[in-house]
């Protein structure tokens, strides 16, 4: 079997990680979880999109588990967020919901870059590509709407997948298309994510219901 080694792609992923398990332990303060409950809701959280993306790409053991610093990474973000609240209060009565969308919004453009970067590593087609962006940025949050008895976002905020989807459309057209150098293409990507999610916060953007 044949690994990819990327170093960007690493630091891009283990960025999205430390991000992703502060926001799913805020996450988990929220709906009143206690504090190893927290603990796996981060972890959980956080490498559970980049796993599905290895299972995809058919790299086993999966990342998260091969390199011990995807785990001690969730378990700082954990644990900053656990020690935060014990040391001022309930964490979740003083960290407005927006924040918390605005924190995820950042680790679900890492994550959705992690995923297009490493599909096209692998020189994968352009839907595919698109196809693990998603899976790599959205898995995470699932995992985490389902522990916590969720409707997943994915399914009903709009622009949360769409952002991702619209990312990594950006990365393929850069490097296929232009010939852009993957690190910039990468860059390209995570503003578009970050930019397209965080507008449609502010923005209350909605794509049409049927109710």
Not at 21 to 34: H, N, Q
Not at 96 to 107: N, Y
Not at 111 to 118: D, M, P, S, T, Y
Not at 184 to 195: D, H, I
């Amino acid at each position: 079997m044949i690994r990819i080694r990327d170093r960007l792609l690493t630091t891009i992923d283990l960025a999205a990680t430390l991000i992703l398990s502060t926001e799913f332990a805020l996450a988990g303060a929220r709906a009143d979880l206690d504090i190893f409950g927290i603990a796996v809701l981060a972890f959980v959280g956080a490498v559970g999109g980049g796993v599905m993306r290895d299972i995809l790409l058919g790299e086993h053991p999966p990342a998260a588990f091969r390199d011990r610093r995807y785990p001690i990474i969730a378990l700082i973000g954990a644990s900053a967020v656990v020690v935060a609240g014990l040391a001022t209060g309930p964490v979740a009565t003083w960290t407005p919901p927006r924040v918390i969308d605005v924190i995820e919004a950042a680790g679900l453009a890492l994550a959705a870059v992690a995923g297009a970067r490493k599909a096209l590593d692998y020189d994968l087609n352009g839907a595919s590509v698109i196809a693990i962006a998603v899976v790599n940025g959205c898995g995470g949050g699932v995992l985490r709407d389902v522990l916590t008895a969720q409707i997943p976002r994915i399914l009903r905020a709009d622009f949360y997948a769409t952002a991702a989807i619209s990312g990594a459309i950006v990365m393929v057209l850069l490097v296929r298309r232009t010939g852009a150098s993957k690190s910039l293409a990468a860059f390209c990507t995570g503003v578009t994510v970050f930019a397209l999610r965080t507008a449609a916060i502010f923005g209350d953007w909605s794509l049409p219901h049927l109710r």
